[in-house]
């Protein structure tokens, strides 16, 4: 039986955090017991399996590269998307290994929440699960990539062109994934800070005191949770941003030179409509990510004008609206953001930002391409 508890509490992605443990990409860690559940040495170990495994489907696929008689623009690109997807991989298993009181900071931000909130509710629509999304979302992926594999069984003609690719991507979907889930549990926080602050517009003195202290603490946990999921993933979406252009990049190239030849026998439109959910399924979370964060922001501007609004009820040398006043204070000295690696801010413009960059990256590369404006063989 699949857990119901709904997206406000962070238990709700129990399983889906084991499923991304296993492939090294977190930490096993116990939402119920608030600790980890393997040791770090065993850790190690289980990861130093994994870590065989990828330095095998590397090798071969370095192995492929050395065979490829031609080398053309798309095996580049496949290069390219090869590199990111690999230090991907490389920065999630070195937080998981080396960053568990990173991890340990966000887990118990979060669930400091919870403890003053009762978020740990149930969800009776058995639809909005977030394990039963999550497996039939990786169900529906394997399912794509295994017909991908075996009915173009020419790996010329493939969307990935190397097993390592299918690798990667996959690892790239669930990180996404758990970044993604994180985002929108912290943004639903925020929303209960909001909600709870409007509580005590209309309330007496004793409850409003209390009330703004504890929207404070509160907040003052929130930007702390969120300065570590900066420190955490940051350099994992900077990473995800760059391997997604790289991958569209890829897909792009593949379309230009392989898709309009006569002289394929399989089926074109199959190919693409392939290589567009592909894309889809890498971009949906990332997008979830960058919409939440956007949203988070919105929520802690919100705390001002709620506030405003609230002191317009009492007298400017009163206890409460001094007390709301040190609220306003903590908020706008300390106002929440989130970036990739400091290079750039996480808003809803961000993930059409990467389309865009990555449209033009294109044109350049069609347009200094060397090759000759015969169809060359991929």
Known sequence: MVPNFSRKSIISIQWLCNFCAIFGLMPFYSFANKRFKLKRTCFMVFMSLICIVITGTAADTIYRIVCIDEFRLVHFMVMVSEF??????????????FKH???????NGIQYFEDHNNDRIKERNIWKNTNLQFIVTVILVITILIYERITFNDSNQNVFLFNSSYIYFFLHFLLSTIIGNMALIIKNKFQNINRML??????NLL?????????QDLYLQATTVIEYFNKLFGPLLFLMGLHCSALMLQF??????????????????????????????????LGVTMFCCDNVVAESERIIT?????????????VSYRSINNLLYVVTKKKVKFTAMDYYEIQRSTMFGVIGTT???FVVLIQFYDGNKKRPTV
């Open 84 to 97: 990111f997807g690999l230090l991907i991989w490389l920065v999630a298993a070195y937080q998981s290994c």
């Open 101 to 107: 009181n990173t991890w340990q900071e966000i887990f």
């Open 198 to 203: 409007l509580t005590y517009e209309d309330t």
């Open 207 to 215: 409850k409003l005191l209390k009330g703004t202290r504890k929207v």
């Open 252 to 285: 792009s190239v593949f379309v230009v030179y392989n898709m309009f030849d006569k002289e394929q026998q399989h089926d074109d439109y199959s190919l693409l409509i392939i290589g567009v959910v592909d894309i889809f399924l890498m971009l949906l979370w």
């Open 306 to 318: 709620i506030c405003y609004k609230i002191q317009l009820k009492h007298s400017i040398f009163s």
């Open 359 to 361: 449209a033009t990256y």
